[in-house]
């Protein structure tokens, strides 16, 4: 599965962005896709992920109720819809794919994209 991350840019403080993850190779409707975020300097963390069904979804505690994901698995698609943003939200976002497991950790998953660069202004 090949994974390609895309939407990122740069926004004011209160914007918003719609990330996507489009994938190729393979179907995804199988796989619970998760988004992480990895700021300078840090380690790559969870931001929120979705089961292969969009039964059950994820969202670490700082992005509750201003993010939402979603999934399209007819279009093998994922989004990250982000609303509210901070500067705090400033990161490269990653998408990636995993075929079960904690959906919080990042060893779960088998296929990472590239990352999208989002910067927040304040």
């Known amino acids: 599965v090949q994974l390609q991350a895309s939407g990122g840019g740069l926004v004011q403080a209160g914007g918003s962005l719609r990330l996507s993850c489009a994938a190729s190779g393979r179907t995804i409707s199988t796989y619970t896709i998760g988004w992480f975020r990895q700021a300078p300097g840090k380690e790559r963390d969870f931001v929120a992920a979705?089961?292969?069904?969009?039964?059950?979804?994820s969202y670490v505690d700082s992005v509750k109720g201003r993010f939402t994901i979603s999934r399209d698995n007819a279009k093998n698609t994922a989004h990250l819809q982000m609303n509210s943003l901070k500067s705090e939200d400033t990161a490269v976002y990653y998408c990636?794919?995993?075929?079960?497991?904690?959906?919080?950790?990042?060893?779960?998953?088998?296929?990472w994209g590239q990352g999208t660069q989002v910067t927040v202004s304040s």
């Open positions: 990636a794919a995993s075929t079960g497991g904690d959906m919080r950790g990042a060893g779960t998953y088998d296929y």
């Open positions: 979705i089961t292969w069904r969009g039964d059950l979804t």
